[in-house]
């Protein structure tokens, strides 16, 4: 024991940490803290506290040249500490422990039982929406890890469970059940979409839990009245698009009646007419059944049909408000651009600004026209400080 003392001084270490098992009940003990002592290192124990709840114990510890414990207390509750110790009187012995240190001048900490903060999403992961998915859940596990690398919540570690629903709400609803009956955890993050965040946030509202930042803007997930477990980080879909049709109508000097829409059949694609249709209205719009409005089964690439209502309209609306997934999106412009339709596209932030950003790099003559809104800073522009910390 002493010549491992011995070439870690000659190693130059300055400081020695004695943990277990339980370092005080060994019978060397004393004998290893005089020659670390001795040697100029700073001693540090690790202890469960049982040996020290003996003040002649602690006093014979600084004499040695101890400088600092660390004493744990897994709960303020005794018995629970007791049940995690599986040694009845633990706990009242750790706190005199921590008495006599003080006591004698040691400097003491409490060390407590590592806590997991289970957070939990229902995402797609395998759906049309899947890319969206993975981004999302994986740029939360980012921020996680950052965090449990500093130490943490109150030195608890933060983890992401992530479970897949395809982009169907009726997995999504088995999902939350295994997420809160299951895993247990505190909250629900991140959920991506619209007929499945519906879904997901009545399930948390109902048992009680935090619902935070799903990646929609549908109105559907803004109860009125607020809910207590419900916040967004974004604006909703009807910001956006208050923000870019407005602002597109008056820059092209267009009506209303130049502009048709393309919506996924199901909630997420309903939030994006309706809001549509309201702007127009500001615009002058009186008949929103003179309006084109195409639509396609969720989860699909089932465009053709609506593509093909749009190409007989003559002539054709000069916009396109989209109100679908990223992988419906791309097959119903790449088919009207076959056709020769060079109209302008305009999408709510859900269609994927970067994906959509790399087809238009890959295919310019195709993917050119293209409006996206976006809600948050863009990761690539460093001059906003955020972006520059990530």
């Known amino acids: 024991k002493l010549d491992v003392i011995q070439q870690l001084d000659e190693a130059g270490v300055a400081a020695i940490a004695l943990s277990g098992g339980e370092p005080t009940i060994h019978p060397h003990f004393f004998t290893v803290v005089r020659e670390a002592a001795k040697r100029g290192m700073y001693v540090a124990v690790a202890t469960n506290g049982w040996m020290m709840a003996d003040e002649n114990f602690v006093k014979k510890m600084k004499e040695a040249g101890v400088r600092y414990v660390e004493i744990s207390i897994d709960s303020p509750d005794p018995k629970k500490h007791d049940r995690f110790r599986g040694v009845p009187g633990a706990w009242e012995r750790a706190v005199k422990a921590v008495r006599n240190a003080v006591k004698y001048g040691l400097h003491t900490a409490i060390a407590k039982k590592l806590k997991i903060l289970k957070f939990g999403t229902s995402t797609d992961l395998s759906g049309s929406n899947s890319f969206l998915g993975k981004e999302m859940s994986s ?101 956006e698009l208050d923000v870019l049709l407005s602002n597109f109508l008056k820059c092209k000097k267009l009506t209303p009646l130049d502009i ?41 690439l089932y465009v053709y049909s609506a593509a093909a209502k749009f190409l007989r309209i003559k002539p054709h609306p000069k916009a396109i408000v989209l109100g679908c997934s990223y992988n419906a999106c791309i097959r119903f412009i790449k088919v009207l651009r076959e056709y020769n339709y060079n109209g302008y596209f305009l999408g709510v932030s859900f269609v994927g600004t970067d994906a959509l950003g790399k087809k238009a790099k890959e295919k310019p003559e195709i993917y050119k026209n293209i409006l996206v809104a976006n809600v948050t800073p863009l990761p690539t522009d460093s001059s906003y400080p955020i972006v520059k910390e990530y």
Do not use: C
């Open 260 to 300: 048709a829409f393309f919506t996924q059949n199901d909630a997420y694609g309903d939030e994006i007419y309706d809001a549509g249709i309201d702007i127009l209205k500001k615009f002058g719009l009186k008949d929103e059944g003179k309006i084109l409005h195409l639509r396609y089964p969720r989860n699909t």
């Open 139 to 239: 740029g939360i596990k980012l921020a996680f890890e950052k965090i449990n690398r500093e130490g943490g919540i109150n030195g608890h570690q933060l983890k992401l469970i992530v479970l897949d629903d395809s982009y169907e709400p009726e997995k999504t609803l088995k999902n939350m059940l295994k997420l809160i009956n299951t895993y247990k955890v505190l909250g629900i993050v991140g959920n991506v979409g619209t007929p499945t965040g519906v879904v997901a946030m009545e399930v948390a509202i109902k048992n009680r839990i935090l619902f935070f930042a799903p990646l929609t803007g549908a109105n559907a997930l803004r109860p009125k009245p607020p809910s207590p477990y419900v916040y967004h980080y974004r604006a909703s879909y009807y910001e």
